[in-house]
């Protein structure tokens, strides 16, 4: 029989027999065991310890989309940057810190390269038939039509292009971007802000 201390507490021993006990009903030590000092065995049944489970990498988060760099020659200062080449815009602020920017559709080599500044906004305006929202007006044709961004016109609340054809020429003159960049801009440009046209 198992050598059981008595410096163990009543609670103790009565711990230490059944320990015992169901240790070798399932087997996990043979019946040589009987004549080890338990002290010992429940030192080293107390020091087996399950191994840790392994603590997953962390995931990186996904890095934001980064905006192309702005063309040379774009000017400083707070501005909208307009490269009819890249059909895209950019939001300047001062220190050349580009806070947005976006594909957009307008003409090709128009307007001439320059800098202007919006000298009218419009919440909603029309074109004929077409429904032109968030009107930042920047330049003067020399037939007197102003120009300017909006967001892609609409015919009876259809848009007359889609947004995957943003990037591409498709505005007889006006500079054309999904509704919510539209609105963006209206926002960041009150009149007088510096409109910059690169080729």
């Known amino acids: 029989m198992a050598h059981i201390p008595r410096s163990l507490s009543s609670a103790g021993r009565r711990a230490a027999v059944v320990a015992v006990a169901v240790t070798l009903a399932i087997g996990l030590l ?3 065991a009987m004549a080890l000092d338990l002290g010992t065995l429940l030192q080293g049944l107390l020091a087996t310890k399950p191994a840790a489970a392994p603590v997953p990498a962390p ?3 996904p890095e934001a989309p980064s905006i192309p760099p702005l063309p040379e020659g774009s000017g400083d200062g707070r501005r909208i940057v307009y490269s009819v080449s890249q059909q895209r815009v950019w939001l300047v602020e001062e220190g050349n810190r580009e806070v947005d920017g976006w594909q957009v559709s307008g003409h090709v080599g ?5 800098t202007y500044q919006v000298f009218s906004k419009s919440r909603t305006s029309t074109a004929g038939s077409l429904k032109l ?3 930042v007006r920047f330049f003067r044709a020399s037939s007197g039509k102003a120009v300017g961004f909006h ?3 609409t015919r009876n609340g259809v848009p007359i292009q889609s947004e995957e054809q943003l990037g591409s020429f498709t505005s007889a003159g006006c500079v054309r971007q999904q509704l919510d960049d539209a609105a963006t801009l209206w926002a960041f440009a009150p009149e007088g802000t510096t409109v910059v046209v690169t080729p």
């Open 30 to 32: 043979p019946a040589s």
């Open 110 to 114: 128009f307007p001439p390269a320059g």
């Open 133 to 135: 929202e968030y009107m």
């Open 151 to 153: 967001s892609i016109p």
């Open 59 to 61: 995931v990186p988060a």
